[in-house]
């Protein structure tokens, strides 16, 4: 890990604005993208809601939420309407074959452009598994956060899988998550988090979002460094509204398309931050105020 953060380019509102692909008069939903969530196991089912409505704020044309079977009625009547649901089967809420069979088809029947995977998945016995299969059946741009980070590095046939297919995939991890994807600690991450980042991005073939302040962001070769965002989004739920954001802005940026919706989303998710903390102040700020704010930051970023 030589890599020095003083290589990393700071990314700018001028910079991000840039990114976005004009929206035509006669554009229609798909064009926007579908985002597809898996997520939300028992007792962590806010996590995926949050991860949704991330997406959708963000400006998907369309964003599905699959959850357990078991979990679908606690997640309806919490999402907000423009949210499709896909009820995963499983016993007990473990995912299996079954599951991933339904989400091979369903992403292909309705032309699926992202997939976002991992917020409040849990560790139940048979997760990684799931994401094995998952990941080695569906071929299509994938987010993978949280509860699927760790199954990944507890998994070398998921780790196969990922450098052997052609989809692009963005990994967002925080500093622990981090630290178990390259069996080290999370202290010696923290020593020098861009060289962590680009070592990870090197290693599985992905665009590494290392999460924190200042959030490295990196496909291995060219390293930036967020700074939009404040204390007050180190809350429970902020870095799944972080990852809906990214699988929604896949489909809206130029090429290269994994990188640049990773360093959109992230200033936009930092910015929108920021005028929830001046809103609500750092103390008292949830995710749920970031989601809110989506609106205002694309605004403010736009505009310059």
Not at 29 to 53: Q, S
Not at 172 to 189: F, I, K, N, W
Not at 269 to 289: C, N, P, R
């Amino acid at each position: 890990m030589r890599q020095s953060s003083r290589c990393a380019t700071a990314i700018s509102s001028a910079f991000v604005s840039g990114l976005l692909v004009s929206r035509k008069p006669d554009s229609q939903k798909y064009d926007f993208g579908h985002v597809l969530v898996v997520a939300g196991a028992r007792g962590m089912t806010g996590a995926a809601i949050l991860c949704a409505h991330g997406a959708l704020r963000a400006g998907a044309g369309l964003v599905t939420l699959a959850v357990p079977v078991g979990e679908i009625d606690h997640v309806v009547c919490r999402l907000r309407p423009e949210v499709m649901t896909l009820a995963l089967p499983g016993r007990d809420g473990v995912l299996g074959a079954l599951a991933v069979k339904m989400l091979r088809q369903y992403s292909a029947a309705r032309r699926v452009s992202s997939l976002v995977l991992g917020p409040g998945l849990g560790s139940a016995a048979g997760l990684k598994k799931f994401i094995e299969q998952l990941i080695t059946v569906v071929d299509i741009p994938m987010v993978i956060d949280a509860d699927a980070l760790t199954a990944v590095a507890r998994s070398p046939i998921a780790q196969r899988s990922l450098l052997t297919m052609s989809r692009q995939v963005v990994m967002t991890p925080h500093e622990g998550e981090l630290a178990r994807l390259l069996s080290c600690s999370a202290a010696d991450v923290r020593k020098n988090r861009v060289a962590a980042a680009v070592e990870c991005a090197r290693r599985y073939r992905v665009v590494c979002v290392l999460k924190g302040h200042e959030t490295v962001i990196t496909d291995g070769e060219k390293v930036y460094a967020n700074v939009s965002g404040n204390p007050g989004m180190a809350t429970g739920g902020s870095g799944d509204v972080l990852a809906g954001m990214v699988g929604a802005l896949y489909a809206q940026v130029h090429e290269p398309k994994i990188l640049n919706a990773a360093l959109f989303a992230v200033l936009l998710h930092g910015s929108a931050g920021d005028s929830a903390a001046q809103e609500k102040t750092q103390i008292a700020m949830i995710a749920g105020d970031i989601i809110d704010a989506i609106p205002y930051a694309f605004k403010k970023l736009l505009k310059r």
